[in-house]
């Protein structure tokens, strides 16, 4: 963490990033392209009809695998300083991985570095696992970790009667675990597609055709070859390019994690709601400060704060996903420079859930006030009393329970009276004058099974 950082993700929260920094920073960045560049190296190695890289021994391949295990910041650094000579950022990879081979048995192929590639194939398969590797290693287990919290939260809420609200008002009793459950199940779905996107690589030169590669070794199946590289680098081939991978599948991501974003804001706002109702405790923390002047106040600050992100990372997500498809003709570089703030996007949604986790963390469910609210809300048993007397054959029952309660103010004994004065069969009756609004929750509490333990 710096003090002068710009971004409040380096600054601020430059602690909550850990691990995602180990995939989108620049230092991630340059790690990748060496990566790739290696693993490309060593796949000539094995390519039959390209006699001029020649099989290396097992020594040769741990010897180039370790360059980039080994990869660090004093590495990056000084691919840096061979940038501020080439003025070219991958070409300045190129160039690091000869030095490092200067010395070893390796050096009578450092000509086949880079060999056949634009920059862009390199980029694209490094963007590509970047992306894989934040999404899949970092993002999916704090994601998965949020919501099974909250699966818990609903499973042990599911019994707990709860006055719904609809427009605001009084509605329908429901369960607190039931109304929980609904956002977990929505979750559940965005990571069911997150666990099935695709993260696309390209591999074919500087506008898609092999050119430069059936130039030098035009009897090389390239297509073949190059699908079984992208394929171990554990990416799925995209066969059909410009000099650009076309980017459709970090759309595809982002929407998810848009989707999945706004699913946490509509939650980060209910959980506010029934605080602010009274439904949910905060526990204090000690030394903590809600305000510099109302030493009673408690905030939901966490909830507050996850609000926050996710506006942010959707504004940089929406950008990305409908910016980086559109490219004119075979390329221009907008999508360079847009597409290194993905970790951006990524970043403020990872933090949206980390606040959201620890504001979970301090609720705890209180019963008296969720019992005050319902038995002030006499009138939400208008609705079954009027649907059992449809059942019965009443004349305008809607309308009679309408001029009963609208307005009026309910108790226990004006709703038991109404109903003692019906003509209904007895067990209806009964059921009737049993009936609490705490009671009335259909079968809320048996919905929860439908969310996934």
């Known amino acids: ?36 560049e290696i693993e490309w190296l060593i796949k000539m190695s094995q390519v039959d009809g390209l006699a001029e890289v020649r099989p290396f021994t097992d020594a040769e391949v741990n010897t180039l695998r370790g360059i980039s295990a080994s990869f660090n910041e004093e590495s990056s650094a000084r691919i840096k300083e061979i940038e501020r000579t080439t003025k070219h950022d991958v070409k300045a990879v190129e160039y690091f991985i000869k030095e490092q081979l200067q010395n070893s048995t390796l050096v009578d192929v450092l000509e086949f570095v880079h060999f056949g590639c634009t920059s862009e194939d390199i980029n694209n398969l490094s963007h590509a696992l970047m992306l894989k590797t934040a999404i899949h290693d970092v993002y999916l287990p704090l994601a998965e970790k949020f919501v099974g919290a909250v699966a818990d939260l609903a499973e042990n809420t599911k019994d707990v009667s709860m006055l719904a609200r609809t427009h605001g008002q009084t509605a329908s009793p429901t369960t607190v675990g039931k109304e929980i459950a609904v956002f977990v199940y929505r979750w559940q779905r965005q990571l069911r597609q997150f666990r099935q996107l695709e993260f ?12 430069a590669h059936t130039s030098a070794y035009p009897n090389l ?8 590289f992208v394929e171990s680098l554990g990416l799925a081939y995209n066969p059909l390019t410009t000099q650009i991978e076309s980017h459709d599948y970090m759309a595809e991501c982002f929407h998810v994690m848009m989707r999945f974003n706004n699913i946490l804001l509509d939650f980060d706002r209910d959980i506010w709601q029934y605080i602010s109702l009274g439904y949910f405790k905060q526990r204090v923390v000690a030394g903590e400060v809600g305000s510099s002047t109302m030493p009673h106040k408690v905030n939901p600050i966490n909830f507050e704060n996850s609000e926050a992100n996710v506006g942010l990372s959707n504004a940089v997500l929406d950008h990305l996903a409908n910016k980086l498809p559109i490219s004119r003709l075979q390329r221009d570089l907008t999508d360079s420079s847009a597409i ?18 620890r504001g979970l963390g301090q609720l705890s469910i209180n019963l008296q006030a969720l019992e005050d609210d319902l038995n002030h809300a006499w009138e939400v048993l208008a609705e079954p009393v009027q649907t059992v007397m449809r059942k019965a054959g009443h004349d305008n029952p809607y309308e009679k329970l309408k001029e009963l309660t609208r307005g009026a103010a309910m108790t226990q004994e004006t709703m038991r009276a109404f109903v003692e004065s019906l003509e209904l069969e007895a067990d209806d009756k009964q059921r009737l004058l049993a009936m609490t609004p705490a009671s009335y929750t259909g079968i809320a509490s048996q919905l929860v099974k439908h969310i996934q333990k």
């Open 340 to 357: 290194r703030n993905m970790g951006v996007g990524v970043a403020h949604s990872y933090l949206a859930l980390q606040s959201a986790l």
């Open 1 to 36: 963490m710096t003090i002068k950082a710009i971004s409040p993700l380096d600054g601020r929260y430059a602690e909550q990033m850990n691990g995602l920094n180990e995939c989108f920073s620049e230092w991630a960045l340059l790690k990748f392209r060496v990566h790739v």
């Open 200 to 211: 696309l690589g390209k591999f074919n030169g500087a506008v898609g055709n092999f050119n």
């Open 221 to 228: 199946n390239w297509e073949e070859i190059a699908s079984s």
